[in-house]
């Protein structure tokens, strides 16, 4: 199916899973390490990409190298603004109407920033964006609107940034797993508590980081405190781990979405002495998926980059996700590391896989109504409905039957 590309920038876009430390215009990476006198290996767009970010990736852990620079350049309040203000505005740019920035706040936490200066610092960037753009709207056209999701990490070592290596030097004698689970409880009642208390646009609680040794139950405690405070919740699951992954985030620690989901078909990969039929499992995991309305952040260009055994868009399990009217949505996980927008990934998918008009509208749609969207859920109802009929109306514009 062919669709005229002004079209596709013309619909109103959403992206529930983007980094934002993975998401920095690469100009911005180089004035601000300029600035901070932060080491590069290149201080060029063109030698980072060949360096840094490149086209594709050994797996995971290369890709993940980058966020080492990016996070180096985002210890001040200034530059948490400015990054997160140029985040909203490049998808504003492209028609998204609504974005759900995710970071770990731990991993910028200081003496000389806390916490809430962290969150406000985005925040404050988000929101002056998000004004700046609605003032100068048409009645009929839907508001852009943001969220924060605060993330936890799976793992992390002293090394990773001078709040993890506050917390390893004050309990010393506590266990690897002990420092884990300490810091993403900590981090949750921090969440809840900046939530209730503040305009910061927290809307849910996420988990990310290798899958590999280091499962989601962990940080039970953690997504126990944030689900008895009606937090909403996101995991990183099945990206580069089995079906198992996917199942302990949803019964572990209550995934109501599901970031990746890449490898939730493969039945090869379940591993548990427990499963006697690996076939059966996978088909049972994936019905209850698709029943209960749990909607997977679809990463296509970052899972192309960071897993050797795809080699084209064809061999995503996004087909499948199709094929069982999984509820999904089509999100970027990193611009800046995967050199990728919300419209190139729709693109990529509409190239990939025969979408027809009507299920384009219902993945466009499903992502504005599985958001974590920050206000009551009656006023909720009203915005997806206005953004249904601005789709429809362009639809008709551009003669999409």
Sequence with gaps: MHYPPEFIKAIPKNDLHVHLDGSLRLQTLIELARDQNVELPSYTPEGLRETVFKPSYADLDEYL????????????????ERIAYELAQDNIEEGVRYVEVRFA???????????????????????????????????????????????????????????????????RYSSDDELIRMASLELAKASVRLRNETEVQVIAFDLAGSEYGYPASAHQDAYDFVHSNFMK???????????????????????????????????????????????????????????????????????????PDIRTIADHSLGQMLDMNLSLSICTDNRLVSDTTVTREIELAIEGFDIQPKQLK????????????????????????????????????????
């Design 65 to 80: 190298r980058g966020f080492a620079y990016t996070c180096r350049v985002m210890q001040d309040e200034e530059s948490l």
């Design 233 to 307: 919740k996101t995991v990183h699951a099945g990206e580069a781990y089995g079906p198992e992954s996917i199942f302990q985030a949803i019964t572990k620690i209550h995934a109501d979405r599901i970031g990746h989901g890449l490898r939730l078909f493969r039945a090869d990969m379940v591993y548990g002495d427990d499963v006697t039929d690996p076939e059966r499992y996978v088909a049972n995991l994936a019905n209850y998926i698709a029943d209960k309305r749990i909607t997977v952040e679809v990463c296509l260009t970052s899972n192309l980059q960071t897993c």
């Design 362 to 401: 219902n993945i466009m749609i499903y992502g504005f109504k599985r958001s974590f969207f920050y206000r009551p859920y009656s006023e909720k109802r009203q915005w997806v409905r206005q953004i249904t009929n601005y789709y429809e109306q362009l639809e008709k514009k551009y003669g999409i039957a």
């Design 105 to 171: 706040p731990q991993l910028h936490i200081s003496d000389l920033m806390s916490f809430e200066q962290v969150m406000h610092s985005v925040d404050k960037g988000l929101r002056r964006a998000r004004d700046e753009y609605n003032r100068g709207l048409e009645a009929h056209e839907p508001a852009f609107e943001y969220g924060i999701i605060v993330t936890a990490m799976r793992f992390f070592t002293p090394k990773f940034s001078a709040y993890y290596s506050d917390l390893a030097r004050v309990h």
